[in-house]
């Protein structure tokens, strides 16, 4: 009889060879590359800055068209055709080679024919002074100190200039009319010419003056009514270029301003520039250029 061990042995590998077959059916999934994406990253380059001109750009006139003065009058004249004569003002643009950053040109003249004339005029001075006697007869329309400060801290401004006597000056800033005249644009200054001496001859010069001021490189100023002849005309825009011209070489050395473009124009009009001619060679005769339209 055989011994119990000698059965074991072949059992046991019976056992061990299907576990082994079992094992060798299961099909082996192959584990898949694993690969990490990386995105590039580049340094960030600073931004160029652009650069920025120190002057205000001009065009070369070369290529423009240019008008003589009563060339330009006639073209302005029919854009107004229909428009209220009163309401409508000639205007000059003068356009100047100057930088942005320096100091502008501003002034008051009185030109040869006033385009406005029913101009407003408050004098600060005190009523029973020697200045406001001589406001009142140069054609001030107020003339006082505590009344006007009144009127003014109510809100009624019923003037279109105000200047100020320099022996009131001290009065008139102790009434605090900075609040009121300041946004406007009234209020007596030092600065700007309209604290003065001579009560009378800075009345006179405003009944009529007109002021210009340079913005953005171009000096504006209402010129002349469009009833104005061509000989008018001529007389203002002189009596202007003379005084920008002057009030230019007033400027530091080292500031310079030159005039490049003049234009001519009107409340309604596109501009022209002038070519600095009077009359061009089939310009029509100057008298049919005045009256209304």
């Known amino acids: 009889m055989a011994h119990p061990r000698s059965l074991i042995a072949p059992l046991g590998r ?27 990253t580049t340094k960030a380059q ?12 001009q065009y070369d006139l070369k290529q423009a068209d240019q008008f003589s ?9 029919a854009f107004e055709v229909g428009r209220n004569p009163s309401s409508s003002k000639y205007e000059m643009h003068v ?3 100057t930088l942005k950053n320096g100091p502008v040109v501003r002034n008051r003249l009185r030109l040869p024919h006033p385009v406005k004339t029913d101009i407003r005029i408050c004098v600060i001075a005190a009523p029973d ?32 200039r105000c200047i100020c006597h320099i022996d009131s000056l001290q009065k008139m800033n102790k009434a605090g009319l900075g609040r009121v005249l300041g946004p406007k644009g009234l209020m007596p200054s030092t600065k700007t010419g309209t604290v003065v001496t001579q009560v009378g001859t800075s009345v006179r010069n405003m009944v009529g003056g007109s002021e210009y001021r340079e913005r953005l490189g171009v000096v504006r100023m209402a ?7 061509p000989d008018e005309m001529q007389r203002n825009i002189k009596a202007f270029m003379e005084a920008l011209k002057k009030d230019m070489a007033q400027l530091s050395d080292r500031i310079g301003k030159e005039i490049h473009e003049v234009v001519l ?4 009009a596109p501009g022209f520039t002038l070519s600095g001619e009077f009359r061009g060679p089939n310009s029509i005769a100057p008298k049919e250029l005045s009256g209304p339209l």
């Open 14 to 40: 019976l056992a061990t060879s299907s576990i082994a077959a079992a094992r060798s059916e299961v099909p082996r999934i192959a584990a898949l590359p694993y690969q990490t994406i990386r995105c590039a």
């Open 46 to 57: 600073p931004k160029k800055k652009k650069k920025t001109r120190n002057t205000f750009l």
């Open 69 to 77: 003065l009563i060339d330009a009058m006639q073209y302005i004249r």
């Open 95 to 97: 356009r100047l080679r």
């Open 129 to 160: 002074s020697k200045a406001a006697t001589e406001a009142r007869a140069a054609g001030a329309t107020l003339v006082g100190e505590d009344e006007i400060f009144n009127q003014i801290k109510e809100g009624i401004v019923e003037f279109d």
């Open 223 to 229: 010129i002349g009514q469009l009833g104005f002849t």
């Open 265 to 268: 124009s009107s409340t309604n």
